[in-house]
């Protein structure tokens, strides 16, 4: 004989055994439909961008591919499965631009001519804020960068991730003034 599922008067949060309310697994379901919905109707560039396992990536390619074929409901749950094990506030939060990354663009690029436009003391002060970035390789990059050879623009790119690098490699509190 089966038990009968019991509820305690009161406990409008879960269930006895622990699990969710329905509506509240409903509204969950829905919003991570939204999204999955959302970034498929982004460009792939911008899909790589955000912070997604490969599977949740593919998936999400395959939903903005699909239009409206008798796939894409199947399609679209697998992605919200995915979808379910990423951190949502990290990827709604790229998907509006307020991610590190995005944020950290214009920096970086500041940092840059900085670097190009100042002598050591830039160096040393950029390195007092991203203790992580190497000083000889900065130094080198910057000389390569400021040379009027073939390769500046390249050693100009490379500073810039060098400078990336450092700067997602961690800070102190303190930014560049």
């Known amino acids: 004989m089966s038990k009968k599922k019991m509820y305690v008067v009161g406990a409008e949060d879960e269930d006895v055994d622990g699990r969710p309310l329905r509506s509240e697994h409903r509204a969950e379901t829905e919003a991570l439909k939204e999204l999955a919905n959302r970034i498929a109707k982004l460009s792939q560039g911008q899909r790589r961008l955000l912070p997604l396992s490969e599977e949740a990536q593919e998936q999400l390619d395959l939903l903005s591919r699909s239009g409206n074929t008798p796939d894409r409901r199947r399609t679209l749950k697998r992605a919200q499965l995915f979808l379910a094990q990423a951190d949502i506030a990290a990827v709604e939060a790229a998907i509006e631009g307020k991610s590190a990354t995005a944020i950290s663009l214009p920096e970086a690029e500041a940092w840059r001519s ?45 500073l810039f991730k060098l400078i990336r690098e450092a700067m997602e490699g961690g800070a102190l509190e303190e930014g560049p003034s």
């Open 114 to 158: 900085r670097l190009l436009t100042g002598e050591d003391e830039a160096i040393q002060r950029f390195l007092s804020i991203y203790s992580q970035g190497d000083r000889q390789l900065l130094r080198g990059a910057v000389r390569e960068a400021k040379g009027e050879t073939p390769l500046a623009k390249k050693a100009s790119q490379r």
